[in-house]
């Protein structure tokens, strides 16, 4: 009996052994403990931060910290004693960077499957929600102009269920005259039907478009090779001069 416990013992000591070293090794290895922990999470790089045992870890246009022996993951801004934003910092030459990679897509973006707006020489490419007060505030202003065509992706990232209204305009035989429906605050009519896998995989595809342009936000325009987030009327007018 002495012996058979003392066997145990050694067993759990061994595995308990095996554990901890598997975690150690998990944490010298921090982007491979950092996927195993948060799979969910894209993984561009990861980096020592100023905290001993903490590691930068940047996913897209986020900045977290990661501490590996804990499996935890932090989220917030880290701040120097006289007030510079560390973090802060970093996400702005992240958003810049993705901003000039934006840009340089615009150009392949397949604008025969937007909803085109307006017939005139100047162009807009823009991505819009129909629930966002701010987008149907661009919307209004931008449809008094005659001087341009406006190439629009209904992209309701904030207010997924606008997903309805894209697909009525998408399926709408007028699709102008639809998103002018829409953007004006209109309910989709009762007498809608059933959307067909088409117009769904369309208006998913307008959703992908904005993720691959790192488009969090609406309405977002893309305007002589620059981009303006938000309904900043003065900046697109000066641009569109």
């Not at 000039?100 to 604008?111: G, H």
């Not at 129909?130 to 919307?139: G, L």
């Amino acid at each position: 009996m002495k012996n058979l416990l003392i066997a145990v013992v050694a067993v759990l000591v061994l595995g308990l052994s095996q554990a901890n070293a598997q975690a150690a090794s998990l944490a010298a290895m921090p982007a491979a403990s950092f996927t195993k922990a948060f799979p969910q999470l894209k993984l561009d790089s990861i980096t020592e931060s100023q905290i001993k045992g903490v590691y930068e870890v940047i996913s897209g246009q986020n900045v977290f910290y990661f501490y590996p022996e804990k499996d935890l993951l932090l989220v917030g801004d880290l701040y120097t004693s006289t007030g510079q934003n560390i973090t802060g910092e970093k996400k702005r030459d992240l958003k810049a960077k993705f901003q000039e990679k934006a840009i340089e897509k615009i150009k392949d973006l397949p604008l025969e499957k937007a909803v085109k707006v307006g017939n005139g020489p100047k162009t807009v490419i823009e991505f819009t929600d129909p629930d966002c007060p701010y987008c149907r505030k661009a919307s209004e202003a931008l449809k008094k102009r005659t001087d341009i065509t406006r190439y629009v992706f209904l992209t309701p990232l904030a207010h997924p269920a606008a997903i309805s209204k894209v697909h009525y305009v998408l399926s709408s035989k007028d699709q102008e005259m639809a998103y002018h429906e829409m953007m004006e605050g209109k309910p989709v009519p009762a007498s809608s039907k059933e959307y067909s896998k088409a117009v769904k995989d369309q208006a998913e595809e307008y959703l992908n478009i904005a993720r691959s342009l790192a488009i969090d936000g609406t309405p977002t325009f893309f305007i002589n090779g620059q981009q303006v987030v938000g309904a900043d009327m003065d900046r697109i007018n000066e641009l569109l001069k």
